[in-house]
């Protein structure tokens, strides 16, 4: 039997394991490498750069786990991405601004091998869940923020041309008894994160509604309306703020979705989350 293909559609690798960073750990005693996970176009030799979006997963800034979302993240390089999923530290390993530091030196490692990985180091997004959307945005409204910059590729910004938003946490600011009563979010996360004796300013920095300016990119929020962890509140708070600002925004919640509800990764929903991007990309 034979049978004749014609090539209608890119192939995609999964290189899982790169090594992007080196940071202390064991309570400063030690060291160990962060990674990262990328699918890319299988054939790149000759292959026009393409925009990256560097995902952050969630987790409460307690857990994380880079792989757990690959399978939903690969219709975004079907639509000509290139997808990054990024390891960071959790408030177990170190507090803040850890996790933003963490970030941005993904950031600066891929646009410094941008050519290793098809990436167009002009289009580079941030986008994440939970604990991963506050450090996709903190990600977008720091870009000046050369201080948080630490490590290695430091010739290389940290800046990214949009965010996308899964129901993050945008103010730190909130008391620990705004979730009294909330079994899915710990009383002790802000401390975790934090530190047990965090101060306002410690909390100012670490949210990114309180560090919005006019040089901010474009960002997509995604809430779900019925969200009991991350108030909807949060989301139409960072949303103003944002315009206010200048800033372009848009604010998508939607109808009976919960916090990390598996509707935010319908079709329907990633078709609006590349509309945007494509819109604010061109």
Known sequence: MHLAVEKKREVYSLITGVTYANVPSWYGATRRDLHMDLIVPKNRVGHAPCPCIVWFC?????????????????????????????????????????????????????????????????????????????????????GEDKSLDQGDWLEQSSRVAAVVDYYGLADMTISLKDFEGNNDVPPWMLEETLGVHYTRRQAEAASAVKRVSPSAPPHLILQGLDDAVVSPSQSRNYYEKLRENGVTAELLELEGAQHGDDLFFQDEVKDRVLQFLQRTLK
């Open 58 to 142: 969630g987790g409460a800034f307690r857990v994380m786990d880079r792989a757990v979302w690959m399978p939903e993240l690969l219709r975004f390089a079907e639509a000509g991405f290139v997808v990054a999923s990024v390891e960071y530290r959790t408030g177990n390993e170190a507090i803040f601004p850890a996790p933003l530091c963490d970030a941005k030196a993904a950031v600066r490692f891929l646009r410094a091998h941008a050519g290793d990985y098809c990436i167009d180091p002009e289009r580079i997004v941030s986008a994440g869940e939970s604990a991963g959307g506050a450090i996709a945005c903190l990600l977008g409204v720091t």
